[in-house]
């Protein structure tokens, strides 16, 4: 096809540099990784509160975690694999939350600096030509405010790095904080680019509690949790005026913005009828732009969705094809058979862009990677 001349950018791809997997390690409690008595057994990544699961021995809590976490190698082999040309990596959840305050502006420094190296290291060398890398940055959350604008503005220095990554909860208190302010603004005034991604998902007594995610494992907190995870968030935001205060934030958000583009219509229509707000005869500050705009404006959408409906859902939303990029989640959802081949995860979402835009080679080519290449100002 016409799109095979084309390059295919993955921006939703993610690694837990050795630096971080060493960190978990160190730890027993959420997020952690165990390590089991039997040597040959890869060790397990604990890392969601459902994971720990207090009726399972350690050794089958969580998921393995093996060098497809870690490795550059690995992640260029996937690549290769799946026809990749260029591959945004981001440190994937939970970043760096978790850390003690004094730590975090340290830590995040050199996880930055070692995927910045890597990225120019790989992206210079003739061994791995028609592979490149880039990244997104990761933020000292836990630290005060000042430094997490001062690693934001470091990191434009940095010409591998092509945003950050981040999760819901800001410092503690949700992006809806006006705490938040300052860095909104240093994110916008560097024109940084947030890759919105979720983490804590819903409380476990919201799929039925613990003994049915204990018998349904992943599927509950990822299929719907994270998504509704992210669709809280931004509506948070929203809802708080984050994009009337900074027009120029950018957000790109994780699983084609969760519920939010089925649901923005509502959203709008709630904030119509609300008489909380003062453009209602109420007391509270409401939104001043439209949830259309903001989508239309403010935010990109990735498109790891594996469904038509969705997919569909998130360009119409976007208002248009020109802010919807491609992903892979990479290394979660691995092939739980054998290793070598593609993986269904990856494929089954090329078959749904594929199928959404059956017949529009231009717009499968600007999903696939001209988007990223576009919005990012990736060299290729
Ligand atoms: O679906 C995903 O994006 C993920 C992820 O990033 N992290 C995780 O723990 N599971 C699934």
């Avoid at 040597?39 to 397990?44: C, F, I, L, Y």
């Avoid at 603004?185 to 799929?207: C, R």
């Avoid at 809802?239 to 957000?251: I, N, R, T």
């Avoid at 992903?327 to 199928?355: C, M």
């Amino acid at each position: 096809s016409s799109t095979s001349t084309s390059p295919i950018v993955d921006i939703h791809t993610h690694m837990y540099p050795p630096s971080y997997i060493s960190l978990l390690s160190k730890r027993t409690t959420v997020p952690y990784i165990y390590q089991p008595s039997d040597p040959t057994a890869d060790p397990r990544l604990i890392i969601l509160e459902s994971d720990d699961d207090p009726s399972k021995p350690k050794e089958s809590r969580g998921r393995p975690v093996d060098s497809t976490y870690s490795s550059f190698d690995k992640k260029r082999e996937f690549m290769s694999i799946h026809g990749i040309s260029c591959s945004v990596i981001s440190l994937a959840n939970p970043w760096l939350d978790f850390l003690d305050p004094e730590i975090a502006l340290s830590t995040a420094v050199a996880i930055n600096d070692d995927l910045e190296n890597e990225c120019a290291k790989n992206n210079s060398s003739s061994e791995h030509q028609g592979l490149k890398l880039y990244a997104f940055g990761t933020l000292p959350l836990s630290a005060p405010a000042k430094d997490i604008v001062s690693e934001i503005h470091r990191l434009k220095f940095l010409p591998h790095m092509k945003g950050v990554i981040m999760g819901t909860t800001g410092l503690g208190q949700g992006l809806d904080d006006p705490a938040l302010n300052d860095v909104y603004a240093a994110l916008a005034s560097t024109g940084t680019i947030v890759f919105l991604h979720p983490h804590y998902g819903l409380p476990a007594e919201a799929f039925g509690g613990p003994s049915v995610v204990s018998k349904t494992g992943h599927v509950l907190p990822l299929a719907l949790g994270f998504p509704l995870e992210t669709t809280i968030a931004v509506s948070r935001m929203y809802l708080a005026g984050v994009w009337d205060q900074h027009p120029k934030l950018e957000f790109l958000l994780a699983h084609s913005g969760g519920t939010l583009p089925f649901l923005a219509g509502r959203l709008e229509s709630c904030v119509a009828h609300e008489r909380e707000f003062i453009a209602n005869g109420g007391k509270t500050q409401g939104p001043e732009r439209s949830i259309w705009d903001v989508l239309q404006n403010n935010i990109y959408l990735d498109a790891v969705i594996y469904g038509k409906p969705g997919l569909k859902a998130a360009i119409e939303a976007a208002g248009s094809v020109d802010r919807v990029m491609f992903g892979t989640d990479h290394p979660f959802f691995p092939p739980l058979g054998e290793e070598g081949g593609k993986w269904l995860s990856v494929e089954s979402n090329k078959t749904v862009i594929n199928g959404a835009l059956s017949q529009d080679d231009q717009s499968i080519k600007k999903i696939l990677g001209g988007n990223a290449v576009r919005v990012l100002g990736l060299e290729l």
